[in-house]
């Protein structure tokens, strides 16, 4: 049984679109990717699948718990965790205290590894803390007891690079124990990092779900040439190439094959050559690209 199964999954708040006909499944110990911009239905897809918001329509399920049961959705959220974007964290307690209070309600194995682990202050009150140390508590508080199932909104926001580098080791040795985890974020190297298949939603629906590898794949490669004498354009007039600049160094980019590349250089006297994968940001942006204005949507959340 899937970790994560949404069939028609769509929330309305009035007129306005929160989600719209969302269909997916993340399989048990799955790292799986959720990407869009801001307004794109992330968070409100997370808040239905914790049953904070009820669906206008469709279905859902968490660790086999129906999202519109109450009971086997309070029963399921023991072996859930959650850190949201902003934690809403009580100001006036210490981190410690807030441990104890997630204790009584869901468990706790192993707060004082974390805590260890990430540095986080337990001693002061909350409302001292800064971003990062209130992002530090939340991830103890989301993974203290042990969840199966670890869903996560911008989860490193706040960190600096290198607790977000320990964070991400932390998340592989949980994967490697069998959790499953649903990340939603808009840094799109922290979702290379970490997911094998990527879901990216636009305006509260799905534009693509596939894998991090297929969609690299179908980014194709970036092209730098440099050869002695100058490059005729129409030589590299074949399928797959796009973005085509030529001047001193040529650039394009290359989907699909190598063989028509070969093809076309044959007669130049190539004086260097790379190839490169193509950044995930520049993939994320092909599934956006222009708004009704004309004006390319900026990706953020």
């Not at 899937?2 to 269909?23: C, F, M, N, S, W």
């Not at 939603?201 to 534009?207: A, E, I, L, Q």
């Not at 007669?267 to 994320?284: N, T, W």
């Not at 956006?288 to 004006?295: H, I, P, Q, S």
Request: some cysteine.
């Amino acid at each position: 049984m899937p970790a994560i199964q949404a069939t028609g999954l769509t929330k309305y708040y009035g007129d306005v679109r929160g989600v719209e006909d969302l269909t997916f499944s993340v399989e048990e110990g799955e790292a799986f990717g959720y990407l869009g911009p801001n307004g794109a239905g992330k968070t409100t897809t997370i808040r239905t699948l914790l049953g904070f918001i009820a669906p206008t329509d469709g279905t859902a399920s968490v660790l086999g718990a129906d999202v519109r049961d109450a009971a086997a959705l309070r029963a399921a959220r023991k072996r859930i965790g959650y850190l949201p974007a902003e934690p809403g964290l009580d100001e006036s307690a210490t981190g410690r205290e807030l441990i104890r209070l997630h204790a009584g309600l869901k468990g706790d194995r192993r707060s004082d590894d974390l805590a260890a682990l990430f540095d986080a202050p337990l001693d002061r009150a909350v409302g001292d803390y800064s971003r990062g140390n209130r992002q530090k508590l939340a991830i103890v508080l989301a993974f203290m007891h042990e969840p199966d199932l670890v869903l996560m909104d911008e989860p490193t926001s706040g960190l600096d690079p290198l607790m977000q580098e320990r964070f991400y080791d932390f998340l592989d040795a949980e994967r490697e124990r069998g959790v499953t985890l649903f990340i939603s974020s808009h840094i799109l190297g922290e979702v290379r990092r970490v997911c094998e298949r990527v879901g990216i939603v636009r305006d509260g629906r799905f534009v693509t779900v596939e894998s991090v590898s297929d969609l690299l794949d179908r980014a194709g490669k970036h092209v730098s040439l440099r050869v002695k004498g100058e490059v005729d354009p129409d030589d590299f007039a074949f399928e797959g190439v796009h973005d085509l600049s030529v001047d001193t160094t040529t650039t394009f980019t290359l989907t699909g094959g190598y063989d028509d590349l070969v093809d076309a250089l044959d007669g130049y006297h190539v004086v260097d050559l790379e190839i490169e994968e193509a950044p995930l940001e520049e993939v994320f942006m092909r599934f956006y690209g222009e708004d009704d204005t004309g004006r390319v949507e900026e990706v953020v959340a």
